[in-house]
């Protein structure tokens, strides 16, 4: 059995170094005598590992002490409800920006908390595009203004950071998160699902400005509650230990490649081959606006869809895997993020280029 090029969105590929560091110690973790999987949260060796994990996070992000980092739990999709719950505190309602799939379902989860101010859209445009800030109609009196800085589905990614004054800002980063730099001191939160490019699933890793601590609301569950979380080191309850763990390995190997400043240099040229590729192919098209093309996400059609099942299957004999487009989308989607090598993208392109020259 050897492993496959697999292009999932998420859960997606991790890297094979870290997994087989993982099956290395599955069975006795540096001489404990016990899996991670096994340990007590509170004992010595796992708060090692959770401790490791955050510093080295904090390192690559460049995360100062003025955020707590948090590794919950429940994946990203219920950050959608613990963010208003905690940040909307005495404030009437938040600015959000819809840009595609994903910002709409935050979008809808804090409806059911306050009032939504839904400041820009670009969904007239089939979320191929992002409008400018200029046109926003932010409010000085939002709680805070959340927007999805890559949206995943579509593959539309921003080019630049909102402005948002002394409103704070909070960015679903879980398909971007240490895919590039990112300046952390511009943001209020910034919270990321793993399954994309951080470890298994279920586990979310949040940052937020302590500041922004102890404003949630009096029902909010103590489990979604940020105070709560950062008091105890996210470990109120029993934590997703070897997620966390994993998470931590994901992290070293991060470090091992140069840290996300060179992840960025070849995420972007990955990202540049595929797009350069697709563009000077007419039997492939892909629909967003160049300028916010997806560095993590590459969506694309063929010119006729009627080859889309011939074109998986052979991608599939080739061992390049799970390229569907999102049911609500159709066509094709290639995620390369951080642990998809460029050999990858390099055997997609060449698989692309017979494909169309056979059948095209
Ligand atoms: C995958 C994804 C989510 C949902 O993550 P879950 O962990 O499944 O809840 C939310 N936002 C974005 C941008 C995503 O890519």
């Not at 091992?256 to 995420?267: D, E, H, L, S, Y």
């Not at 997806?294 to 004999?317: C, H, I, Q, R, Y």
Request: proline share 4%.
């Amino acid at each position: 059995m050897s492993r496959a090029f697999n292009f999932c969105a998420g859960p997606a590929t991790l890297p094979e170094a870290v997994l087989k560091q993982a099956r290395d110690e599955m069975l006795d973790w540096r001489g404990t005598g016990m899996s991670v999987m096994e340990m007590s949260h509170r004992g010595d060796a796992f708060v090692t590992i959770a401790e490791t994990a955050e510093k080295d996070l904090r390192e690559l992000a460049g995360v100062s002490d003025d955020y707590a980092v948090l590794f919950m739990q429940g994946g990203a999709s219920s950050q959608f409800a613990t963010i208003p719950l905690n940040l909307l505190g005495d404030k009437s309602s938040a600015d959000y920006v819809n840009t595609g799939i994903w910002s709409k379902k935050a979008i809808a989860e804090a409806k059911r908390y306050g009032n939504v101010n839904v400041v820009a859209s670009s969904e007239d445009s089939g979320f191929t595009t992002i409008p400018e800030q200029s046109v926003w109609t932010t409010s000085a009196e939002a709680a805070y203004l959340h927007y999805t800085p890559n949206e995943t589905i579509g593959g539309l990614e921003y080019d630049f950071i909102p402005d948002t004054g002394s409103v704070p800002l909070v960015a679903d980063m879980s398909s971007t998160m240490l895919s590039r730099p990112v300046d952390v001191s511009k943001f209020g939160l910034i919270y990321a699902g793993a399954q994309k490019n951080i470890g298994p699933s279920g586990l979310v890793v949040v940052i937020i400005r302590k500041d922004l601590l102890g404003r949630a609301r009096k029902e909010t569950p103590t489990m979604m509650n940020y105070q709560v979380m950062a008091e105890n080191g996210s470990m109120y309850n029993t934590p997703s230990t070897y997620s966390w763990y994993l998470a931590g390995l994901v992290f070293q190997w991060l470090k091992a490649q140069g840290g996300v400043k060179a992840m960025g240099q070849i995420n972007a040229r990955k990202a540049k081959k595929l797009y350069d590729f697709i563009d000077n192919n007419d039997f492939y098209a892909n629909p967003i606006d160049p300028r916010f093309r997806s560095w993590m996400n590459v969506p694309f059609t063929l010119a006729d869809g009627a080859l889309n099942d011939e074109f998986l299957k052979g991608a599939d004999a080739r061992g390049l895997l799970n390229l569907q487009g999102h049911r609500s989308v159709g066509g094709m989607r290639a995620s390369i993020y951080n642990a998809m090598p460029e050999s990858g993208v390099d055997a997609l392109i060449q698989y692309m280029a017979e494909f169309a020259k056979e059948r095209g």
